[in-house]
């Protein structure tokens, strides 16, 4: 398995930091944590200077994410996996739950992505048990509250997220002592891990084989099937995520051969546009013939309920948004290919004309 940037988020007293710590051991990486510790010792001053303005103590914290998060992204670069205790969807749900109402996209965008994130789960008797036993801190009190304990956790599995900041897997530790819990999290990493670089690395297009010459040759089509395989037990096996766009998702894979017949293997899901560089994006899918001809799409759930001028602009927007990536990420896979290969550009929606093509590159 390759280096992995991996995130671990739960409420106070699920036993994260403990595991965070032992799956950094079980993988030979390394164990971080927002703020970091150096903010970490400084942080009670900082936050006492400001006070009650909760937007100013959010942004303290976005701070933090951003810097360790570009240092974990580092280590990982350099070969070393990284395992973070607490990250972005901490940040933004005990914000959001303290009455942050203020939009940070602006702040999300240039948060770097980790690999996987893990939103952990624990029965709430058990969860109050554990908090009982250490003693309480003020975070834990605030959870206590069933409202404010409801906000942090419908935002931390909230599929509206920015893509790659979303928890690809949510693990319920109920009944698990800290050995079955650690081993609970690996597994569900390693089944990630399978369906996300089935061949033991992530496919980067035009460079998955090199032939004696040197030159560089498209996915060849026993790799294609294989990796068409797993992602399709991956989404048929994935009933957790009930988000509106990872639906979407998983309904294209399943009706793909009636929808992108030309196309028949299902080969990339939340694929980096840039090798090797998440934060610079993720694209949804991207299907293969077997040879030379791919198609990259792009997901979008559109609002169809609401009425009035606001929310047609809306509309109007997400279609114009998704198109722009489907071309603008199938661009990125082209100029990663031979110059024989073919990158199909569409985009997918919830709308009756769902699957639209837009460029062929």
Not at 308 to 321: E, I, L, P, Q, V
Request: proline fraction near 4%; glycine fraction near 8%.
């Amino acid at each position: 398995m390759k280096p992995l940037f991996i995130v671990l988020e739960a409420l106070d007293g699920v036993g994260k930091t403990t595991l965070a710590q032992g799956l950094a051991t079980r993988l030979g990486g390394e164990f971080m944590n927002t703020p970091g510790e150096s903010l970490r010792a400084v942080g009670p001053a900082v936050l006492a200077a400001l006070g009650d303005n909760q937007q100013a103590r959010c942004l303290f914290y976005a701070a933090s994410v951003v810097a360790q998060g570009a240092r974990a992204r580092e280590l990982t670069q350099g070969g070393t996996t990284v395992v973070m205790d607490r990250y972005w969807l901490s940040t933004v749900s005990y914000a959001r739950a303290r009455g942050v109402a203020d939009s940070l996209e602006d702040v999300e965008v240039i948060v770097p992505v980790p690999d996987l994130t893990l939103v952990l789960t624990l029965d709430e008797a058990e969860r109050t048990r554990r908090m009982t036993e250490r003693g309480y801190t003020q975070a834990d009190r605030e959870t206590l509250d069933p409202v404010f304990r409801a906000v942090v956790h419908a935002e931390m599995t909230s599929p509206e997220r920015a893509s790659g900041l979303r928890p690809q897997l949510i693990v319920d530790l109920t009944e698990c002592d800290v050995s079955a819990a650690l081993d609970r999290v690996v597994q569900q990493i390693e089944g990630w891990a399978a369906t996300h670089h089935p061949s033991g690395a992530h496919w980067v297009p035009g460079t998955s084989t090199e032939g004696a010459s040197g030159s560089r040759h498209p996915l060849q089509r026993a790799e294609a099937m294989h990796r068409d395989r797993v992602l399709r037990s991956y989404f048929a096996g994935n009933d957790w995520d009930r988000g509106d766009e990872f639906l979407l998702i998983r309904d294209l894979v399943v009706r793909s051969s009636e929808l992108l017949p030309d196309y028949p293997y299902v080969i990339e899901h939340e694929w980096d546009v840039v090798a090797g560089k998440t934060n610079e994006g993720r694209g949804d899918l991207v299907f293969s013939d077997g040879g030379c001809r791919y198609a990259v799409v792009e997901v979008k759930h559109i609002d169809l309920q609401s009425s009035g001028d606001t929310a047609k602009t809306k509309r109007t927007k997400s279609r114009k948004k998704v198109k722009e990536q489907a071309v603008f990420y199938a661009d990125r896979m082209a100029m990663r290919l031979e110059s024989e290969s073919t990158v199909a550009a569409y985009s997918f929606t919830n709308e009756p004309s769902a699957l639209v093509l837009h460029r062929v590159v």
